[in-house]
């Protein structure tokens, strides 16, 4: 018949030797199954791969997408560097692969198995029976070892998991660096304890020297301390106090102050019960009053709200 004539031409130099190599060497694993690439099928079967892929598609029914598929650029680009780096004949790969050569074509354990019906020749016979036996003994040793691998999972899964630790660790040091180094930078946010009266003055005297336009302060108990503190800022820079009369009465201190220093303009508010600091466009939400900062545990953050959206609701 053409099918045998077709397959049982002489064998190409390339393939002297390539029955001694273990099957298993060329089965690998694409798209979750265990395939062959039809290159690899040939040498073993001692033919041309395109004489083998001429043979196949004359019995094009035989073979479904489950018994063989072509692969796309990307699974041939992975599967030919796999193999250059794994193969002890790394060096011949690119020769295999034929060049220019079209997608190539793998075929499952089933395509295989198929391969048997289309190639009779007595090397196809006992060729497929080596294949065959080779997927089985595969089989075997991935169920006899599977513990292995699901071990070897569990550890590879908590590398992972160990890596996005250290990344995220790395990432907050770095970001450690970068504040520290970055002099101007604005705190995000922070706590004073007990007893850092210093600490906490200097922070909110830092945070009212940088500003360019303007420094309000949002906070019901204000005193004398208050109006030096917001001393601190630049020449040009506005000030204004919103508070609640009721708890600070400081207008006989603001007539001194204002007589010698910068204004500060004092403005009522009952409807607000946390402290805020607003310097330029930054808002900060502050624990406490800032005259009493340092003497218990307060804290304080940055917030990613507009200081008009408070300043609206003011009254």
Known sequence: ???????????????????????????????????MLDSDLARLYGVETRRLNEQVKRNVERFPMDFMFQLTKEETKDLKSHIATSSPESE??????????????????????????????????????????????????????????????????HQLLMQKHLYEHDARIEEVFTRLNAKDAEPMEGLFFEGQIFDAYTLISDLVRKAISRVILIDNYVDDRVLKTLDKRNDGVDAIIYTNPKNSQIELDLIKHNAQYPRITIRHCRNVHDRFLIID????????SIKDLGKKIVAFCQMRRLPEEILAKIR
């Open 281 to 288: 466009d930054v808002v900060y939400f502050i624990g406490g």
């Open 1 to 35: 018949m053409n099918e045998d004539s077709n397959i049982n031409s002489a064998p190409s130099t390339i393939n002297h030797g390539s029955n001694l190599m273990p099957v298993e060497n060329f089965i690998h694993v694409i798209r979750g199954r265990q395939v």
């Open 92 to 157: 011949d790969v690119n020769s295999n692969w034929g060049g220019n050569r079209k997608l190539p074509y793998v075929f499952t354990e089933n395509g295989v198995a198929m391969l048997s019906s289309v190639l009779r020749s007595k090397t196809a016979i006992e060729v497929n029976i080596r294949i065959m036996r080779a997927f089985t003994a595969m089989r075997g040793f991935v169920v006899n070892n599977l513990h292995m691998f699901q071990r070897l999972e569990t550890i590879e899964h």
